[in-house]
């Protein structure tokens, strides 16, 4: 990647660490599927995972939460062979959806979605892949206070619909470019609220709730999705019961190819072996999956199958499962915790590191992450707009005004869809301070999306997708997820510093296998003075052959 970050410092690194701003790369590329496989980049990963359903119960936007218990817990997992983990996002419904005494849901509290903001901030720092379970069987049992509220929620379509549109929807535009939401299981074991066990619902209405929300996290982001079940005889169509979760049984509900479950989850207890197999023991066919899709053991005890835990992760493995998920990984019940998990991954993980982090270890070189804007229209508020994705790294854009806002906007329609599904946006000003003295670059900002068709700069139309406020650096990279947008604006409010003016360029490169080739260099002011963007004698430093050579090998140049 021809991408170059300067920080004044003591120290010359000569390796690959996170530029400009840790927060904003992924540390974790995304999940997607690819026959029956959960894969990163196309390798296949294997969910060495657990449940960490909850701290305090209905953590998320309640007084008690406690980050800091997230992220001591979190910055565990890695360690001891664990990639991901399950949690609810509620746990009775009792706290941080707003739900009237009808069942309508207008939306979440503020505390709700800053607790989550905190979650997912965490887990993408620790490298900790999150199924988020929205809703649970619990929602809808007398023992809790909101469940008449629940009960009128899910047998009302209107109701379900504002769910969607003032939670659900928000939810995924929310959390859909942190690469940490790897899937959303939309509801905890729906089974026991159709028994008297959690009051009676009927199937079809759990049905319609799946095939509209499934559709709705389709639309509006590349998450996956799935459904905890319980029992496998809702899961499976052997037997009486056939599969409630089908494509078939939710498409009869609403006719949409987006009305679909991307994988399975289902659960196993030991109660279940007189009727069913042990899970991990046989395949997914086996145990009566529908093999097309991959398939998760969302719930397992974390005491074992009755043989130990790892020998449940290896042979899950072995038969051709795409994750397994003790209960759970901090002990919240009688199942087992931590002890029990963290011995069964730190076993399966040395046999198998390849497969718990395959896009790490594996990988003899990061992804290239080609520019992917060279040519393609540009727009700007003023200023000529080539100028800052041309091939010239000395050649900037200059926007000399007081009139705000000021923007810059690329038309990628032209770029082939897999190219700029996931982008890196990185802006440069080359101040010689990287900080603080910066002048006449962004200080307010935003990285926006847009579905128009290109040709034609759209006047309307704009999503943001990132926000940036008072930014004090000369150069930032964000990753963004481009999914389903023609067009990317970087739209500024404010300069840094006291100029009203701008100068910068701005690069776009495919990300879509992740953002590892990205490179921040630290020196003197000589090391500052020779990597700027600019040309020297005909080159830039990024275009040096011996340069590039010598920082893939991680040894010292002279």
């Given at each position: ?85 399950r949690v609810w996002i509620t746990c009775s419904g009792e706290v941080g959806i707003n739900i009237d005494s009808n069942g309508y849901v207008s939306g979440a509290t503020d505390k ?5 903001d905190q979650l997912f901030q965490i887990a993408q720092a620790r490298g900790v892949y999150i199924m988020a379970t929205l809703l649970s069987f619990d929602h809808f049992d007398t ?6 509220r629940w009960r009128n929620w899910i047998n009302s379509d209107a109701n379900v619909d504002s769910y969607i549109a003032n939670y659900l929807i928000p939810f995924v535009q929310r ?384």
């Open positions: 990647m021809n991408y170059k970050t300067l920080a004044s410092g003591l120290l010359l690194a000569l390796g690959p660490v996170f530029a400009l701003c840790a927060d904003d790369l992924p540390l974790l590329p995304r999940i997607t599927i690819e026959g029956n496989q959960l894969v990163v980049g196309g390798r296949p990963i294997f969910m060495s995972g657990a449940n960490t359903p909850w701290n305090l119960w209905n953590d998320f936007g309640k007084s008690t939460f406690n980050p800091d218990w997230w992220d001591n817990h979190y910055s565990q997992f890695n360690a001891n062979g664990l990639n991901s983990s709700h979605w800053s607790d989550l023992h809790y206070s909101t469940w008449q959390y859909g470019n942190n690469t940490a939401l790897w899937s959303i299981d939309l509801i905890n074991e729906p089974d026991w609220a159709t028994t008297d066990e959690g009051g009676a619902i009927e199937w079809s209405r759990f049905q319609r709730f799946f095939a509209k929300a499934s559709k709705a996290i389709h639309e509006n982001s590349p998450t996956l999705v799935t459904v905890g079940i319980a029992v496998i005889k809702y899961n499976s169509d052997v037997g009486w019961m056939k599969n409630v979760v089908s494509d078939s049984a939710l498409r009869a509900q609403l006719d949409a190819p987006e009305a679909t479950l991307d994988f399975w989850s289902t659960h196993w207890y030991p109660w279940m072996e007189p009727y069913w197999s042990i899970p991990m023991y046989v395949t997914p066919s086996g145990f009566d999956l529908d093999a097309t899709k991959p398939s998760v053991l969302g719930e397992c005890p974390a005491y074992g199958s009755g043989d130990t835990l790892a020998g449940d992760f290896e042979s899950a493995y072995q038969n051709g499962w795409s994750g397994i998920m003790p209960w759970t990984s901090n002990g919240v019940d009688n199942n087992g915790g931590w002890t029990e998990v963290s011995a069964a991954s730190n076993a399966f993980v040395t046999n198998h590191r390849e497969a718990v982090f395959p896009n790490t270890d594996t990988h003899p070189a990061p992804h290239p992450m080609p520019v992917i804007i060279r040519g393609v229209p540009s727009f700007s508020s003023m200023g000529t707009a080539s100028q800052a994705n041309n091939s010239s790294y000395g050649d900037y854009l200059g926007m000399w005004s007081e009139q705000w806002p000021k923007w810059l906007a690329y038309d990628l329609s032209g770029v082939p869809e897999e190219q700029r599904s996931v982008v890196l946006l990185a802006w440069y000003n080359d101040s010689y301070p990287y900080f603080e003295s910066v002048i006449r670059a962004p200080g307010d900002y935003t990285i926006e999306g847009n579905a128009a068709d290109g040709g034609t700069l759209p006047a309307e139309g704009w999503v943001v997708l990132h926000t940036e406020e008072s930014n004090i650096f000369h150069s930032r990279q964000h990753v963004v997820d481009m999914t389903g947008y023609n067009w990317i604006r970087l739209h500024v409010t404010s300069s840094e510093g006291t100029s009203q003016n701008l100068i910068f360029n701005m690069d776009i490169h495919d990300a879509n296998l992740g953002a590892d080739d990205s490179w921040i260099f630290f020196g003197d002011s000589i090391t500052a003075g020779g990597m700027g963007q600019a040309e020297r004698g005909g080159q830039n430093f990024g275009d040096v052959p011996i340069l590039v050579k010598t920082l893939r090998g991680f040894q010292l140049a002279g």
